[in-house]
């Protein structure tokens, strides 16, 4: 099967594919740097007075990042595990929902957001519906960590996780922007790049990569993935920890007055 002629992403199981992964992404999924977040509210007014959707939320990694600033947050997300696993934030309210039936009022809100999610949406159904629920001159704000391919110890990571899963569907997913570019729903395209890292020890680094969906997480791949990312840390730890090294990309648009 030619690379043109594999599904798009979001359809290969988006809503279940994380449900066994709960307890590893909550624990070991990188978070976001502080100047992204900045951007993603800069010039939206005071940020108690702003009302955000987390499409696709997860555990609630970048909707807490949001509600630490004061934003209130909609997180919607449509696997139940992925909700329950979720630490609670005051200013954080988990639904139900997905980014093709949010659920959520007409131009109810200021900001609508998707961390590590937008690549297993459907753009044809999803972005009206995100120009739906946004306020005239709301933000739509895509985001990806996506790993460092010059830093050595994080290129090791990456042909680890490759050989464990040589289908691995996410690899690409930074790709998935294009439909954004090209849609009349959203307006102002622009992205911003930001430096990341994430510090861990062994049992974080294997968390890490168990996290990722399109990891085998049983016999008989595990076993040889384990070994391989415990000759990586013993390479190259050498204070107790490794670090991941991200560029955090931020995509924003803005949804058209009328």
């Not at 992925?82 to 200021?110: I, K």
Request: glycine share 6%.
């Amino acid at each position: 099967m030619t690379h043109n002629s594999k599904p798009p992403l979001y359809e290969m199981n988006p809503l279940g594919r994380f449900s066994d992964r709960a307890t590893d992404y909550v624990k070991y999924r990188p978070s976001y740097p502080a100047a992204a977040i900045d951007a993603i509210l800069a010039g939206l007014g005071e940020p108690s007075q702003l009302t955000a959707a987390d499409i696709g939320a997860g555990t609630g990694i970048s909707s807490r990042l949001l509600a630490e600033r004061g934003v209130r947050v909609l997180a919607i997300e449509p696997n139940a595990e992925m909700r329950q696993a979720a630490a609670p934030h005051h200013e954080v309210e988990f639904r139900d929902g997905s980014s093709e039936a949010t659920n959520l009022p007409d131009q109810s809100l200021d900001l609508v957001v998707c961390f590590q999610s937008f690549h297993w949406f459907n753009p044809v159904l999803t972005l009206p519906e995100f120009r739906r629920i946004l306020k005239p001159s709301g933000r739509l704000a895509v985001v990806w960590n996506l790993r460092d391919r010059a830093d050595a110890l994080t290129e090791g990571y990456t042909q680890i996780v490759k050989n464990a899963s040589p289908n691995h569907p996410a690899e690409k997913r930074d790709r998935s922007i294009a439909p954004l570019l090209a849609s009349p729903d959203f307006i102002d395209v622009r992205s911003s790049e930001f430096a990341n890292r994430q510090d861990l020890d062994l049992a974080g680094l294997i968390g890490r990569a168990k996290s990722s969906s399109y990891i085998p997480n049983s016999e008989p791949q595990l076993p040889k993935l384990i070994s391989d990312l415990t000759e990586l840390y013993q390479a190259h730890c050498g204070r107790g920890f490794i670090s991941l090294v991200y560029k955090t990309i931020v995509y924003l648009a803005n949804s058209p007055d009328c």
